[in-house]
């Protein structure tokens, strides 16, 4: 049985948009695997964490404050990069981990 596992902050979605979505993620699977008889095997969780549970880029998640503030310092950070490093030593040696 298939199982797939959704993990979301509490209160983004109504009752009706969870519904929706485990349908939904329900006929991908079933499409995927290529039967209709699939469907009643098909199962999905959908859990809602609190938002102090959350953390991007080791910092606490704070709604779309925290996504832009990530977004920025993402583009900060490819902008500091000399070229286009392809492989992880190459990456590290041009964006090396910061000492705090």
């Known amino acids: 049985m298939p199982f797939v596992n959704v993990k979301l902050v509490d209160g983004v979605f109504t009752e ?6 485990a349908a939904a993620l329900t006929d991908v699977m079933v499409k995927f695997e290529g039967s209709e008889a699939f469907r009643e095997v098909v199962w999905v969780l959908i859990e809602e964490l609190h ?5 991007i880029g080791g910092l606490p998640f704070r709604g779309p404050a925290s996504l832009m503030d990530g977004l920025a310092r993402s583009k900060s ?6 070229g286009h490093p392809v492989t992880r030593p190459e ?7 910061l000492e705090k």
Do not use: C
């Open 77 to 82: 950070l490819y902008e500091s990069i000399d």
């Open 51 to 55: 938002t102090d549970g959350w953390h």
């Open 91 to 97: 990456l590290a040696e041009k964006a090396p981990v």
């Open 16 to 21: 009706d948009e969870k519904h929706r979505m």
